[in-house]
């Protein structure tokens, strides 16, 4: 069976069985993902219907209708919408020939938009493998019940997306007054292969125009130069009034470049199913003053429950929306709601206060699948952890956390559940930041030392390796390297954060002859 269990058989059999969906509140048919399991365990669906992509739970889509054909016995039948409702799930005793109509209410186990918090999705492709992209993309928001879904222009010389048929720009056709689907563009460079990260991925959203190169070096062809790099792209994008977001956990060379000189404005995490969570990068940011929000998405079609929610008050509307990401007011999840205050300040504020003294951490959280672990982050490190060995899907703590230092606090959930796409349960707020009058933490220093050789292991590639049209090209980006490792030089003698935003640094005493 494939990931797009298209194998699977349907309309089998005498009996009827016909589903209608709705929103238990407010009585509206719904989108939603549907599992039906014939008497032998095997996987039922009307004919044509489109399936789920990705591992775990095959389900095919609805838009809040479906009738297929069953055999005689017992029928399994389970009914998912996003990440707020609670499954749906009956037996279904097929006798008698005939039909079976179901009336399926899907109910809310959590409703965060009522507080303003609104789920989204970045990071979205469809490549050469789906046929009916239109399709897939007016089902895609709805049955996950994304307020705002991006999809994502992208060239690769060895597969053609099926995505890029869309313009970047809002896509009205497939938009509504809940549902908000706009086209991006990800702009990425690979080396040595296309699943090795060279200067790495990044997603640039709301633009008016196209960024171009959309793709560099052997993405667009064997012999096509390492330029220009990714931060001139985000440089254009910005000019745009665009947002950048860094993707898959910070990987990439050009990463802490392009972070520390102020050229991205969250970073995805976790954005494709394969990948094993990983904060480190991401942490390490932080730890040298650089505030980057969390953001995330399912990369490799919506094959994930990922989204990323904004704090929008009071109602959704997209500009308020991207800013509120740019802000840092976000929490990333497949579930878990999960919310943070540090002495009442939430994501994206700063707490201003003398060092020696302490804040008061407020975490809670809620989810439909049991979480085990739920941690404060600060400054990288683990400083309070409540675990729950037979699982909880509720709760909340308070904890007082002395303070000596500039940094960041932030709260992550950890999880053995995993949802219907096999994936394990996980969630993490961006931080709060504490403002302790300039003094730097320890892990500055140590973080920015990292940085600072892997730019030079970085800039070694870009002197011996990686490919350019002239040495002028080649200047240009060991100049753009430099300048960014100059900053993490100056923060590893805790220097301050003043230097860190700066945007311009001296040349490169680099020789391209």
Known sequence: ????????????????????????????????????????????????????????????????????????????????????????????????????????????????????????????????????????????????????????????????????????GVLNEFSDERHYVQCGIETRHNMGGHYTYGFGHVLLLNLRNVVEPVSRGLLVDPLAPDYPPISYASDDTKQQGGIVIWCHNGHGIESPVAAILGKVDAISLWDTYWEDLQYEVWYGLLNCGIRLPASTGSDWFLCSGNRVYTKTQPEFEYGRWLQALREGRTFVTNGPILRISVDGREPGDTVRMEPGNSVTVNVDWSSHYAVHSVDVIANGAITHTERFPEGSVQGSFECELPVDTDGWIASRIGSTSRDSFAQVIWAHTSPVYIDAGGIAPPERAIDAAVFIQQIEDSIAWLGDTAKFYTDQQRREVVDLFRQGQDLYRKLAINDGLSTANQKDGPSSDFDAS
């Open 1 to 168: 069976m494939d990931a797009f269990y298209r194998s699977i058989h349907s309309n089998s059999g005498a009996y009827t069985v016909t589903g209608t969906i709705t929103d238990a509140v407010t009585g509206q048919r719904v989108g939603a993902r549907v599992q039906v399991l014939g008497p032998a365990g095997d996987q039922l669906a009307p004919v044509g219907a489109m399936w789920k992509v990705g591992t775990g739970e095959p389900f095919f889509y609805s838009d809040g209708e479906f009738t297929l054909q069953v055999p005689r016995g017992s029928v399994q039948v389970r009914v998912e919408r996003g990440t707020e409702f609670t499954p749906w799930q009956r037996a279904v005793e097929c006798a008698v020939p005939g039909d079976v109509a179901l009336d399926i209410e899907l109910e809310r186990w959590c409703d965060p938009s009522a507080e303003g918090w609104h789920p989204g999705n970045l990071h979205v492709n469809y490549n050469h493998t789906e046929d009916d992209p239109d399709r897939r993309l007016m089902y895609d928001s709805r049955v996950e019940d994304l307020r705002t879904m991006e999809i994502s222009y992208v060239k690769r010389e060895d597969m053609p997306y099926a995505s890029n048929k869309y313009a970047p």
